[in-house]
């Protein structure tokens, strides 16, 4: 079965403090690919990154950082020096080959403290 | 920027009543898709459309729901007798058709049902 847990239901954190959100999947495929997206209080649904099973290089774009580990099935989403404008719900997702559906995890509701 | 772009923001029906939710995909995608997230919860998949047809389904996307490609670039979503608890936020997304591509989502419609 293909699962993504986000053990991490809300995260309360003060500015400028580094967060990192957890994810793990479950898949028996060999091929496939994990996203992040986040959900502001607005409630679109942003892109912030896609990895597939083959590129297990870390990622970092600007406060944003992302470690992919198939060691443990693991895709986590560091901020650091976190902002308010990060408070949002964050969910990871995963898809196969072919298109199939993006399956999301539960989702962290992140809060960011001034 | 293209965008995914859904029609209308929000809805309120009577239990009973029937509603369609529209939704214009990004104009050179291939495959679309409806995704629902009652309040606080995650994103589950509904529905995926390809090729003029419905290519997998959930559970969820039981017999009251239906989907349509009418005219080549609107892409509805039908709930024919609507119950309370299909009251949530309706999302629609497109993908280019590249193998592992982000999906693109709307702003999404939220349907309360009274």
């Known amino acids: 079965a293909q699962k993504v847990t986000q053990a991490q239901t809300e995260i309360s954190v003060v500015e400028k403090e580094d967060v990192t959100l957890d994810c793990v999947y479950e898949?028996?495929?060999?091929?496939?690919?994990l996203f992040w997206y986040k959900q502001p209080p607005s409630g679109e649904l942003v892109f912030l990154i896609r990895?597939?099973?083959?590129?297990?290089q870390n990622e970092i774009s600007g406060r944003y950082s992302w470690n992919f580990q198939k060691s443990t099935s693991s895709f986590n989403f560091t901020i650091t020096a976190s902002q308010v404008v990060d408070s949002a719900v964050y969910f990871c997702?995963?898809?196969?080959?072919?298109?199939?559906?993006?399956?999301f995890g539960k989702g962290t509701r992140l809060s960011v403290i001034a | 920027e293209p965008e995914v772009t859904q029609t209308p923001s929000h809805q309120v029906t009577q239990m009973g009543q029937e509603v369609i939710l529209r939704c214009v995909p990004i104009?050179?995608?291939?495959?679309f898709y409806w995704y629902r997230q009652i309040l606080g919860q995650k994103v589950e998949f509904l529905v995926s459309?390809?090729?003029?047809?419905?290519?997998?389904k959930s559970e969820i996307f039981d017999d009251q729901f239906s989907v349509e490609r009418p005219d080549g670039s609107n892409f509805t979503l039908k709930i024919r007798s609507t119950k309370l608890e299909d009251s949530a936020m309706y999302f629609c997304?497109?993908?280019?058709?590249?193998?592992?591509?982000?999906?693109?989502f709307g702003q999404g419609t939220r349907l309360t049902v009274v």
């Open positions: 997304a497109s993908r280019p058709g590249r193998e592992g591509t982000e999906a693109f």
């Open positions: 898949t028996r495929d060999t091929t496939y690919y």
């Open positions: 990895r597939n099973s083959f590129d297990e």
């Open positions: 997702a995963l898809t196969f080959s072919g298109n199939t559906p993006l399956v």
């Open positions: 104009s050179n995608h291939l495959y």
């Open positions: 459309f390809y090729n003029n047809e419905i290519s997998e």
